[in-house]
């Protein structure tokens, strides 16, 4: 999980609190304060009727994290004696901003490499190739004479496939081996 219930109250509270005043910060953490207690009681009756949430031990841990968030918003104000909440005032907010933008990008690139790879995995053909016998034995003898193995050979041949205008495929003929730059292609 990349964003934990933590993550989302600071990154929420630090959009809803720009511009607010005191009074208005402190509305907040009363509301949180509710809305925990709240949660809670729903967490502990034994019928619940989960109006809440599909999940509500998600939501009451959602909840927890906003009134931790309100609350350091509201000392924030007490501390600096601002009148209003400028979050780019806020080292602690903008701190963790930059953490939490730097867990994206950082998620952003892993998945963006992993689709590439998906990508060139798609791109990749696997194929089973069934041999007569006479042309199966011909094919793992040039394949021992090289010291490969019958996978390796067909992977230099496919290499070396080419199709013409007409849509002919041909190979040039040519001798399977350990050549720098020849294995590379499987």
Do not use: K
Request: net charge negative; proline share 4%.
């Amino acid at each position: 999980m990349i964003w934990t219930p933590e993550d989302v109250a600071r990154d929420q509270v630090r959009r809803q609190a720009e511009g607010l005043a005191v009074r208005q910060v402190d509305q907040a953490v009363d509301t949180a304060v509710v809305r925990v207690r709240e949660t809670r009681e729903e967490l502990r009756s034994p019928v619940s009727a989960r109006e809440f949430a599909p999940d509500p031990e998600e939501l009451a841990d959602r909840w927890a994290a906003l009134l931790t968030e309100w609350r350091r918003v509201a000392a924030h104000l007490a501390a600096s004696g601002a009148g209003l909440y400028d979050g780019d005032q806020d080292e602690t907010g903008c701190a963790w901003a930059r953490e939490r933008e730097e867990r994206r990008a950082t998620a952003l690139r892993t998945h963006a490499a992993w689709m590439e790879r998906r990508r060139e995995e798609q791109d990749e053909l696997r194929a089973e190739l069934r041999l007569s016998t006479a042309a199966g034995r011909r094919f793992r003898a040039a394949a021992t004479r090289a010291g490969l193995t019958p996978d390796e050979v067909l992977a230099q041949l496919a290499g070396r496939v080419t199709v013409d205008d007409d849509g002919a495929v041909s190979v040039a003929p040519f001798t399977p081996g350990r050549t720098a730059g020849l294995n590379e292609e499987r």
